[in-house]
T-cell receptor
Framework: AAGVIQSPRHLIKEKRETATLKCYPI?????VYWYQQGPGQDPQFLIS???????DKGSIPDRFSAQQFSDYHSELNMSSLELGDSALYFC??????????????FGPGTRLTVL | GNSVTQMEGPVTLSEEAFLTINCTYT??????LFWYVQYPGEGLQLLLK???ADDKGSNKGFEATYRKETTSFHLEKGSVQVSDSAVYFC????????????WGAGTKLIIKP
């Protein structure tokens, strides 16, 4: 069965650079969530989209932005990167309309390292 | 607000030992409860879930029962294996919070042969 795809899997950037993370949800899933997991920490919710519209916002810095496109893939754009942005970024997808709305399927994550 | 509290780790057990990882929650409304597992260097995998009181989630020998009266969702396994070594996260979602996952801090489990 198709799973959530994230790219790239690993990314190394310098301070003050920008980064774009991509997420391809499971086909026909209508909702995408982004989470940030720092080393040894639990995931922190950043932002979510339902049917291409932002549905909820968590602890996402103003330097970050995200969107969901017409094909339902999502991109997380991160600017003015800081050392503290080094983390594992997970994308998850779910099917709100007609599915188990509370079950999220996670991608493998993108490991971002800021030097 | 909604929150999840789980026992601190690391938890170190010998192979074939009985496992319990405690998880309690605070939530408005009627949450769905989850256990996720993260193996070293890997992503998050749903281990089991329960969506209403007295439901029991089970998978790969792990079980957890949704106890509304004690607001708990403790994870248990009768006989652990070395391959169960991982970090285990208890989490919940509620309709009020648009189903974003609220996570516990995670419990690292180490199983020694």
């Amino acid at each position: 069965a198709a799973g959530v795809i994230q790219s790239p899997r690993h990314l190394i950037k310098e301070k003050r650079e920008t980064a774009t993370l991509k997420c391809y949800p499971i086909p026909r899933h209508d909702t995408v969530y982004w989470y940030q997991q720092g080393p040894g920490q639990d995931p922190q919710f950043l932002i979510s989209f339902y049917e291409k519209m932002q549905s909820d916002k968590g602890s996402i810095p103003d330097r970050f932005s995200a969107q969901q496109f017409s094909d339902y893939h999502s991109e997380l754009n991160m600017s003015s990167l800081e050392l503290g942005d080094s983390a594992l970024y997970f994308c998850a997808s779910s099917l709100v309309m007609g599915g188990p709305i509370d079950e999220q399927f996670f991608g493998p994550g993108t490991r971002l390292t800021v030097l | 607000g909604n929150s999840v509290t789980q026992m601190e780790g690391p938890v170190t057990l010998s192979e074939e030992a009985f496992l319990t990882i405690n998880c309690t929650y605070t939530a408005t409304g009627y949450p769905s409860l989850f256990w996720y597992v993260q193996y070293p260097g890997e992503g998050l995998q749903l281990l089991l879930k329960a969506t209403k009181a007295d439901d029991k989630g089970s998978n790969k020998g792990f079980e957890a029962t949704y106890r509304k009266e004690t607001t708990s969702f403790h994870l248990e396994k009768g006989s652990v294996q070395v391959s169960d070594s991982a970090v285990y996260f208890c989490a919940l979602t509620t309709r009020d919070s648009n189903y974003q996952l609220i996570w516990g801090a995670g419990t690292k489990l180490i199983i020694k042969p």
